[in-house]
C-alpha cells in the first residue's frame, strides 16, 4: 500500500508495559487495546479480546487518511494523542519536556508529510508544544502502521 509518509523515525525509549500500565490507568480497566511496537494503542472490545486484524486494519486506516490528531494533557503529565476512531499514541511527558528543543526542530524539519502545512489553533497550544507532541506521536504511528509489531495487550474483564 502507497501512502505519504512523513520521514521521521524516532526512537522510544518506553518499555511496552510503560504503555500498557498508564492506558489500563486512563481507561480504569474498561477497554481492551493492543499497544505496537512504537507506542501505538489501538482500542478494540471484541467478545475474545483484541483481535489483531481489526486493529492493524484501523492503524492503516489512520495512516491512508488524514491524519489528524488532538492532543489531551493527562494528569500525571504524559500526553494522550487521539487520532482517527480509536487509535491513539501515549507521549511521555519527562520525555518531551526533557527533550523539547530536539523534538522541536525534528517535528519541524522531518514530521510533516509533503505539502503538508503545519495549522495553530491556539496560543495556549503553541506554548505548550502541544504540536511537537502530536507530530512525534504521529511519526510513531506510523511506523507501527508500517511495522505492525505488537508489544503489549490489555483484555478488559468488562467486556
Not at 512523513?6 to 500500565?21: K, L, M, Q, S, Y
Not at 487495546?33 to 472490545?45: C, I, R, S
Not at 483481535?51 to 491512508?64: Q, S
Not at 508529510?113 to 503553541?126: F, G, K, V
Request: charged share 20%; glycine share 6%.
Amino acid at each position: 500500500m502507497n501512502y505519504p509518509t512523513p520521514v521521521w523515525r524516532p526512537v522510544r525509549t518506553e518499555a511496552p508495559d510503560w504503555f500498557v500500565d498508564r492506558m489500563v490507568d486512563y481507561t480504569e480497566r474498561q477497554k481492551s487495546f493492543l499497544v505496537y511496537n512504537h507506542g501505538t494503542a489501538v482500542f478494540d472490545d471484541s467478545p475474545l479480546g483484541p483481535d489483531i486484524v481489526r486493529c492493524n486494519a484501523l492503524l492503516l486506516e489512520v495512516v491512508t487518511h488524514a491524519p489528524h490528531f488532538s492532543v489531551m494533557p493527562m494528569r500525571d503529565g504524559n500526553f494522550l494523542v487521539s487520532f482517527r476512531g480509536t487509535v491513539y499514541g501515549l507521549v511521555d511527558g519527562v520525555f518531551a519536556k526533557q527533550n523539547q528543543k530536539q523534538l522541536m526542530s525534528d517535528a519541524l524539519e522531518f514530521g510533516l508529510l509533503p505539502s503538508e502545512a503545519l495549522l495553530q489553533s491556539n496560543d495556549e497550544a503553541i506554548n505548550a508544544g502541544h504540536h511537537v507532541i502530536g507530530l512525534y506521536a504521529r511519526a510513531n504511528l506510523y511506523m507501527d502502521a508500517e511495522s505492525q509489531v505488537v508489544a503489549g495487550r490489555f483484555t478488559s474483564p468488562v467486556t
